[in-house]
């Protein structure tokens, strides 16, 4: 295969087809993490998507569109507080303006960390056409339950769920643990605290089980037993299968922001880092995927993503598709993560038949 990187770090491996000049069927997927991260999620899709690759090669097949298997850079917002960085860019969901304010938790900005990886092309040529590819086609393990509970080997994603981020700023006032009496306390980690449960209360009162929110970090100032907390940021992840829906969570954390606020005596500063459509799988792509475990007598079920993935931005420049396969307990985003040989060799005979159909 020929392999490029581009100026943001995605690696694409193309194996040319006999009409070069054709749109490329596209798969891949993430091989970064967040912290006490597992070893499959992204993982299965990189490296299901070079073994689909490789055993297509070894059967002899040689498509007509090229196959390209793409690793995405920053999927997870480890390291510079968004996902889906490598995508957002590819798709132009991220302009080249927003991207180059970015730094990451060490406050280094982007362009310095591109600078050290040797990235030297232009941001500007990061962005790919529509038409580029034919169809894009991610394998990932289900990061939940439900096909392991039904017993399900392959889930086919039809709709991927909407995602939303804000980081908070809380400001009060800091002082002597002994010697500020409580009627003069603003105490930022207190006013916090109250707002992390409007958060969890506006998901737990939306009226659907798809909507969900997380406080995943609270970072404390100045972190001292003995001082009262002056300063706190927190982040709110929200997300819902509908936009409106998700969107009304995000107005009933910002109208609690307010009134918290006001009651403590404490500033409350909401910054909104992302706030994305949901996007629906394509016909097509869905359609070769169930065709093959047909094919292979595999049972399958039509899900939605409730994670988000490279996929989500993909679909704003081609039609996708994705295939699930079941992780142990439903366990994510936690070190015990595991998706079983079996599991992951099924849905990868899926994606190379879907990845040979599609191209052929
Ligand atoms: C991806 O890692 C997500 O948070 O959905
Ligand atoms: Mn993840
Ligand atoms: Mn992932």
């Avoid at 997870?76 to 132009?92: D, H, K, N, V």
């Avoid at 993503?305 to 985003?333: E, T």
Wanted: proline share 5%; charged share 25%.
């Amino acid at each position: 295969m020929n392999v490029r990187q581009d100026a943001i770090g995605n690696i694409f491996a193309r194996w040319r087809g006999t009409e070069p000049s054709a749109p490329a069927v596209g798969t891949g997927s993430h091989i970064d993490a967040i912290p006490n991260a597992g070893k499959y999620d992204g993982v299965v899709g990189v490296l299901g998507g070079l073994e689909a690759i490789r055993s297509l090669q070894r059967s002899g097949f040689r498509p007509e569109h090229s196959i390209e298997l793409l690793v995405f850079t920053s999927e997870e917002p480890t390291r510079f507080g968004i996902g889906c960085l490598g995508s957002r860019m590819l798709s132009g969901t991220m302009s080249v303006d927003v991207a180059r304010r970015l730094t990451d938790k060490k406050d280094v900005p982007l362009e310095e960390v591109r600078r050290d990886a040797g990235l030297s092309g232009s941001l500007e040529e990061v962005k790919l056409t529509n038409g580029y590819y034919k169809a894009f086609v991610e394998l990932h393990i289900e990061q939940g339950p439900l096909l392991e509970r039904q017993k399900i080997p392959l889930g086919v994603v039809t709709r991927i769920a909407a995602p939303a981020s804000l980081r908070v700023s809380v400001e009060g006032a800091g002082g002597h643990a002994g010697g500020v009496l409580m009627p003069d306390r603003r105490d930022a980690l207190c006013a916090a605290s109250e707002l992390i449960l409007a958060v969890e209360n506006a998901a737990r009162t939306s009226g659907a089980a798809d909507t969900v929110a997380t406080v995943g970090i609270c970072e404390v100032f100045p972190g001292a037993v003995n001082s009262i907390p002056s300063r706190v940021h927190l982040s709110v992840d929200v997300r819902d299968t509908n936009l409106e829906r998700r969107d009304g969570v995000m107005r009933a954390i910002e109208a609690a922001g307010q009134t918290i606020a006001e009651k403590r005596q404490v500033s409350i500063r909401e910054e909104l880092l992302n706030a994305d459509a949901p996007a629906e799988c394509a016909a097509a792509i869905i359609e070769a995927l169930s065709e093959s475990c047909v094919r292979h007598q595999l049972a399958y079920t039509p899900m939605v993503s409730r994670a988000y993935h490279d996929s989500l931005f993909m679909s704003r420049i081609a039609p996708v598709a994705m295939l699930f396969i079941p992780c142990r307990n439903g366990y994510s985003h936690r070190p015990d993560e595991y998706a079983s040989p079996e599991d992951i060799a099924r849905g990868t005979l899926v994606l190379a038949e879907t990845l040979a159909a599609l191209a052929a």
